[in-house]
């Protein structure tokens, strides 16, 4: 059995979506553990122990704990192969997909943190830094965007013909574009490939679960 320590509103919901896709069910295969932010429960010496970037997810497994959400969907995919949520069979196939949620982990959700995280980076008492980092926002995100849009996105799905854990990665942070100041006009595909995700079953029971 899996525990997931999450919080609403974050990449953890790209795993959560791929539990339901490979036909976990909650309370028998994986249990979740919710971290409040607003009480600062990252932080905390408790969840420290399990994940000292002191972040969300992180995974609890059998043989121990993983963080980063690239790799956690890649073994959700990997464990579970009669799911077909990742090229396993291709080697060069699977690099793609890797080389995806690595850019998206990397790149885009970073660019989209320094919105309302800009102390990562620069000082918290350093105004017009974090301003500076907010206000780049909307071109740093949208020019993510824009290269998934023209030069990543396969179609219909990420990696072409078949979906894949890079489908709920892309849906999770695509949530929050307006948010980031991006112009949905800007990227259809993008947007077509999010109201697909959005209509899917597991999509919805994952959003629903990660608020219950």
Excluded at 13 to 36: M, S
Excluded at 67 to 94: G, I, K, W
Aim: aromatic letters at 10%.
């Amino acid at each position: 059995m899996f525990t997931m320590y999450y919080a609403p509103d974050t990449c953890a919901l790209a795993t959560l979506i791929a539990f339901k896709d490979a036909g976990l069910a909650a309370g028998v295969d994986y249990a979740l553990r919710r971290v409040d932010f607003s009480r600062q429960e990252q932080r905390a010496p408790e969840y420290l122990k399990v994940n000292p970037k002191g972040r969300v997810p992180a995974l609890v497994t059998p043989r121990g704990i993983l963080t980063e959400t690239p790799a956690m969907l890649a073994f959700v995919a990997q464990s579970h192969p009669a799911a077909a949520l990742a090229p396993l069979d291709d080697p060069f196939a699977f690099a793609e997909l890797q080389a995806f949620n690595s850019f998206i982990c990397s790149s885009l959700h970073v660019a989209h943190a320094h919105r309302m995280r800009g102390h990562r980076w620069v000082d918290e008492n350093d105004a017009a830094a974090i301003k500076a980092m907010q206000d780049k926002v909307p071109d740093s995100v949208g020019a993510c965007y824009d290269l998934i849009e023209t030069g990543m996105f396969k179609g219909p799905w990420v990696m072409g013909a078949a979906y894949t854990v890079a489908d709920p990665y892309l849906f999770t942070l695509a949530q929050w574009l307006e948010q980031d100041g991006v112009d949905p006009a800007r990227i259809p595909k993008v947007m077509d490939h999010r109201a697909r995700m959005a209509a899917r079953a597991n999509v919805k029971a994952a959003i629903a679960e990660e608020y219950a």
